[in-house]
């Protein structure tokens, strides 16, 4: 190879690799394969971006879901568990009879959220088609919970924006009904409705 060829090569190399530090530096994270999930004291193996969610028995992960604005699906055939906007939200999910495993396996989730409560064996078999997170909210904080959907669907900087803004909105109400600090007081703090009806 001559000198001009090796030293365009070597321009090129140098021109990729220089586009790649400057893509990492702008914030923008490699979402392409896998990475370890940690939550509820268990890990797993979870693509870095899983597109296509399967809800399984949960509804708390689904309001999650309308809080990052995340599609959702796919849901678990359970009358009566989801209802109200959450109900609206996921109208366009596919219900699936998740103890169907040929159903699961047609539907190919690339990730499965399934309550923490379910027995071994119908995990074991959602296990064999998708990596499965556990959830266990209610009893889990909201901000960990919501974290580990973001997480799962590649928008982590969005679940913190999401947290923040929040802090920032309990914040505010506080000072405003107890500027002084120096009293007890119950504080309810109501969700934003754009939607009044």
């Not at 219900?95 to 409560?117: G, Q, W, Y």
């Not at 995990?123 to 266990?136: G, N, Q, R, T």
Request: proline share 4%; aromatic share 6%.
């Amino acid at each position: 190879m001559g000198l001009k060829k090796r030293l365009t090569v070597r321009s090129a190399f140098v021109l990729v690799l220089g586009l790649a530090i400057l893509t990492t530096a702008c914030g923008e994270e490699d979402l392409n394969g896998t990475h370890e999930l940690t939550y509820g004291g268990r890990t797993v193996e979870v693509p870095k971006r899983a597109g296509k969610i399967l809800f399984d028995s949960v509804a708390y992960p689904v309001e999650d879901a309308m809080a990052l604005e995340l599609p959702v699906a796919g849901v678990a055939e359970e009358k009566g568990l989801l209802y109200g906007k959450v109900h609206l939200y996921i109208r366009s999910a596919e219900v699936l009879d998740t103890k169907d495993s040929a159903a699961v396996e047609a539907f190919a989730p690339d990730a499965i959220v399934a309550s923490s409560r379910a027995n071994a064996e119908h995990i074991e078999k959602l296990s064999a088609v998708a990596p499965v997170v556990l959830s266990d909210a209610p009893e889990g904080d909201w901000r960990v919970d919501l974290r580990m959907l973001a997480n799962l669907s590649g928008q982590s900087s969005k679940g913190e924006e999401l947290i923040e803004q929040y802090d920032r909105d309990i914040r505010a109400f506080k000072k405003n009904w107890n500027p002084d600090g120096d009293k007890t007081a119950l504080y309810a703090y109501v969700a934003k409705d754009d939607d009044a009806s």
